[in-house]
T-cell receptor, first 116, second 113 residues
Framework: DGGITQSPKYLFRKEGQNVTLSCEQNLNHDAMYWYRQDPGQGLRLIYY???????QKGDIAEGYSVSREKKESFPLTVTSAQKNPTAFYLC???????????????FGPGTRLTVL | DAKTTQPTSMDCAEGRAANLPCNHS???????VYWYRQIHSQGPQYIIHGLKNNKTNEMASLIITEDRKSSTLILPHATLRDTAVYYCIVRALIIQGAQKLVFGQGTRLTINP
């Protein structure tokens, strides 16, 4: 089945440790995104990538890093510099244009990160 | 991107039509209206989008006023599975490349049996 997978669903880390969240898609999508969601709030864009080996900062990139070495994978590292890392992290991807009027984003199930 | 205003929460009876309003009075001529929804603890799901004409798909209908300053998402026969947070997003269409979306707090729709 095609889709976006994020693992693990729940992740616990000690304060001061870096942690990497996985995001894999087999939809052949070019663009991928990382969002953060805090309780009762909307999603905020952390980083996005339009193509392999290219990525741009979103609205809240400080304390995060990403890589895009493969089309299928867009891992997010939450570094110790991120002051409030506990949140729900969502990965998304969108397809190439191919004449479509809009490339909707497809979201993964999310990873809930808790820093103790 | 134009700012949107949505009610914080709404209730609807199962089987009735759920009408979710969105105000976007500062929308520009090239900006579209998009709707996503997020069921609890899941990733958001695309519903529908439109520019100025009314749209309908298998999930919902989108009614955009003639002046484009507001819109309404209609779920014609709401079910318990439609309980979710609904996000109204306004931004210009990008044919290629990444589509940066700004999600506000949305409307928490509760469908009651």
């Amino acid at each position: 089945d095609g889709g976006i997978t994020q693992s693990p669903k729940y992740l616990f880390r000690k304060e001061g440790q870096n942690v990497t969240l996985s995001c894999e898609q087999n939809l052949n999508h070019d663009a991928m995104y990382w969002y953060r969601q805090d309780p009762g709030q909307g999603l905020r864009l952390i980083y996005y990538s339009q193509i392999v080996n290219d990525f741009q900062k979103g609205d809240i990139a400080e304390g995060y890093s990403v890589s895009r070495e493969k089309k299928e994978s867009f891992p997010l590292t939450v570094t110790s510099a991120q002051k409030n890392p506990t949140a729900f992290y969502l990965c998304a991807s969108s397809p190439p244009s191919s004449g479509r009027s809009y490339n909707e984003q497809f979201f993964g199930p999310g990873t809930r990160l808790t820093v103790l | 991107d134009a700012k949107t205003t949505q009610p914080t929460s709404m209730d609807c009876a199962e089987g009735r039509a759920a009408n979710l309003p969105c105000n976007h009075s500062t929308i520009s001529g090239n900006e579209y209206v998009y709707w996503y929804r997020q069921i609890h603890s899941q990733g958001p799901q695309y519903i529908i989008h439109g520019l100025k004409n009314n749209k309908t798909n298998e999930m919902a209908s989108l009614i955009i006023t003639e002046d484009r300053k507001s819109s309404t998402l209609i779920l014609p026969h709401a079910t318990l599975r439609d309980t979710a947070v609904y996000y109204c997003i306004v931004r210009a269409l990008i044919i290629q490349g990444a589509q940066k979306l700004v999600f506000g707090q949305g409307t928490r729709l509760t469908i009651n049996p």
